[in-house]
Every structure is written in structure tokens, then in C-alpha cells.
């Protein structure tokens, strides 16, 4: 037994290193990643098909100003990161394409509080920033 983990520590000690160096080096994410949702205010409709379809509840239509600044309000999603899954079907069924998925998979979505993971269609957005919740 000791003689054989020695044959394949000797064996394998040439090999490059498989480890990562996160959060040094990025890692490369594959085109097929679904990271935290992205929300193009333009294009939703507030048709709240998103929140119908979400399997964990995790997502609700609120009223949200239009753009920062503006008095105008509309409806658009409100997702708790907490509870999605991440498993895309919300912005497969956004019959106007408001929804993607974006490619963050650490900034922003490690919080101390669960009511901090709560995305408000501002974050969504990108119009406040995700990491502290900062006006840009």
C-alpha cells in the first residue's frame, strides 16, 4: 500500500498543478454559464411571466422608477438570489428578451444577510452597484 501512493506520488510529480489560484487568476467561464441575471429596463414589459415561471418563488414584479432620477414608475422583476436556483427559466420565458444572464458568479452574490440578496430592478439593472448597493 505505502510502496504503491509512493509509485504514484513519483509518477505524478511532473505533472503541471490542477489547482486553481481564485480569486488571483479569473477563472474562464464557458458561454453556456449562467451567472446573476441581467434586466434591460427598455425591453420589459412587466408581464411578470418571469415570476409565473420561476420554480422557487424567488422572483416578484414591483413598481421601480423608469431610470434613476426619473418620478415615473413601471413594473419590472425583483429577484431573491438567496432562493434562485439559477437555472434559467426566467429569462428563456421573458417574451421580450429583458432578462439575461450575466456573467458574475462571486461579486455581489456573497452577502453576510439574506435580505442583502435580494436584487431590486435597479441592481438588475446594473444601475446601483451589486457589490454594496451604491448609486453609480
Avoid at 33 to 62: E, H, M, W, Y
Avoid at 86 to 91: D, K, P, Q
Wanted: contains cysteine; positive net charge.
Amino acid at each position: 500500500m505505502v510502496l504503491k501512493n509512493i509509485k504514484y506520488a513519483l509518477k505524478n510529480i511532473t505533472k503541471p498543478p490542477v489547482t486553481r489560484l481564485y480569486p488571483e487568476v479569473e477563472t474562464k467561464l464557458s458561454d453556456r454559464f449562467k451567472g446573476l441575471q441581467l434586466l434591460d429596463k427598455s425591453k420589459c414589459i412587466g408581464c411578470g411571466i418571469c415570476a409565473n415561471t420561476c420554480p422557487n418563488n424567488a422572483i416578484r414584479i414591483v413598481k421601480a422608477p423608469i431610470a434613476p432620477g426619473k418620478s415615473k414608475e413601471r413594473w419590472f422583476p425583483e429577484i431573491d438570489i438567496g432562493h434562485c436556483l439559477f437555472c434559467g427559466l426566467c429569462i428563456d420565458q421573458c417574451p421580450k428578451g429583458a432578462l439575461s444572464s450575466g456573467k458574475e458568479y462571486a461579486k455581489g452574490l456573497v452577502k453576510w444577510k439574506h435580505e442583502e440578496l435580494l436584487m431590486s430592478p435597479a441592481k438588475l439593472a446594473r444601475e446601483i452597484d451589486i457589490e454594496d448597493g451604491d448609486e453609480r
